[in-house]
């Protein structure tokens, strides 16, 4: 009966150890339909080119968390930004694709003494799906691609591809009848 109880205690304080180290039957498994969300968003630096230190983006992930930092050279040293994140590849992508958005918002009557640097920071989470090979993360800057990365079991990431595309524009066309 000893022996029982023992085993029993020891069974019990085994499951609720690995439970809290992410291991184990009482550990769910990733919500493949949670959205990817920014977790932070910052600016770090801004001013004038000259006092600004530029530094091209470096961006780290791993298992779907991730890093982005960089410069972005603006017309004014008080331009905001803004930041969207969102899932662009199918749900049957074997390669699970999201983007990062950063716009600059140029203010009115801004001055003009100096162009800009703001120096930004921005961590996401973008959920990985245990049926993909693989998972890609973009970030643009007003429409052009200015990082991506990833990492894969299986296919290329097609990052290569995604810093070559040229930015698309689009514009309605006008009723020339009237």
């Not at 008080?78 to 600059?104: F, G, K, N, Q």
């Not at 040229?166 to 309605?172: A, E, K, V």
Request: hydrophobic share 35%; with cysteine; proline share 6%.
């Amino acid at each position: 009966m000893r022996r029982a109880l023992l085993l029993a205690v020891v069974l019990v304080v085994a499951a609720a150890g690995m439970s809290l180290a992410g291991a184990g039957p009482f550990q769910g498994d990733p919500d493949p339909d949670r959205p990817p969300a920014i977790g932070s968003f910052e600016i770090t630096d801004r001013g004038c080119q000259d006092e600004v230190r530029e530094f091209a983006s470096s961006n780290s992930a791993g298992d779907g968390d991730g890093v982005d930092a960089g410069t972005i050279d603006t017309d004014s040293p008080e331009t905001e930004l803004s930041a969207e994140m969102r899932r662009t590849s199918p749900e049957s992508a074997a390669v699970v694709t999201y983007r990062i958005d950063l716009r600059t918002h140029e203010p009115a009557g801004a001055n003009e003494s100096c162009a800009g640097r703001i120096a930004y920071r921005v961590e996401y989470d973008a959920p990985v799906s245990e049926a993909a090979v693989g998972h890609r993360v973009a970030l643009t800057v007003d429409g052009r691609t200015k990082s991506c990365g990833g990492s894969t079991s299986g296919p290329d990431l097609g990052c290569h591809r995604l810093m070559t595309e040229t930015t698309t524009h689009y514009t309605n066309a006008s009723d020339a009848a009237a």
